[in-house]
């Protein structure tokens, strides 16, 4: 019998799995500052500092402030300016509003992102084997609100369900996160549903922990990849080949 005759749901990461970034941080950050008439910020200070800020707020404030109530865009802000001073930048109020605003309306668009071109076909052959495809992503709201469907990845169409960090308030590694997407899925048993991701930490792991079956893309060659296979994963180079282990396996 095979695995796929076996399942009812199949999970799946976004970002590095579904879609990937366009460009570099410093690109949306540059034109943020050059439409307010500023030169644009060092690109490696940038990023380092994106890094830090992003780090501290996720540990300070998890799920993008979920517990604490806090809204988004208020999460953002907060990361963003510090992002900005730890890097050596440090605007006044105004000027940081204005950019601030461009770039949390361009990370709340399409267009820092492009969709891999095998994932929508990927998911709407899932559903018309008759299972059920979910999102599990350590994501904020706009994700499913805005940007998935902005790329056409579209609920009803490419995707039945979500379960998004910032909307649960729990996050990749947590097991729950995986609980939480059985449950959507009509509580089905776990052995019947397979989480595909791009990540041993937060997708293999704690997926197979709850009892799934688990899938890692490798797209981008990474050198963890070995490990990834040592530690017992199948380890797939893209969906279409996702797509044809699960109809020979």
Request: include cysteine.
């Amino acid at each position: 019998m095979s695995l796929l005759s076996k399942l009812r749901c199949i999970t799946i990461d976004v970002t590095g799995t579904l879609i990937a970034y366009k460009g570099e941080l410093g690109d949306y950050y540059c034109m943020a500052a050059k439409s307010v008439g500023l030169p644009c910020p060092d690109y490696k200070r940038m990023h380092e500092g994106f890094k830090l800020a992003y780090k501290e707020m996720a540990k300070n404030y998890p799920c993008f402030g979920y517990a604490a109530k806090m809204p988004n865009i208020v999460w953002w802000k907060t990361c963003v300016r510090d992002s900005f001073i730890r890097a050596g930048y440090d605007y006044d109020e105004e000027t940081f509003d204005k950019v601030f605003r461009r770039i949390y309306a361009s990370f709340g668009s399409s267009a820092p992102y492009k969709v891999f071109e095998d994932s929508q076909p990927f998911l709407r052959w899932v559903r018309q084997q008759g299972l059920m495809v979910g999102i599990v992503s350590n994501a904020e709201y706009r994700y499913q609100d805005v940007i998935l469907p902005a790329l056409g990845l579209n609920q009803g169409s490419e995707w039945d369900f979500g379960v998004f960090s910032g909307l649960e308030g729990v996050e990749k590694p947590d097991p729950r996160i995986y609980e939480i997407a059985i449950e959507r899925a009509g509580n089905i048993a776990p052995e019947e549903a397979l989480h595909i991701g791009d990540s041993l930490r937060k997708d293999y792991i704690p997926a197979k922990s709850v009892g799934m079956h688990g899938l890692l893309l490798d797209r981008f060659e990474t050198s963890d990849a070995e490990e990834w296979r040592k530690s017992g994963a199948v380890v797939l180079p893209d969906l279409m080949a996702a797509k044809e282990w699960l109809q020979n396996n």
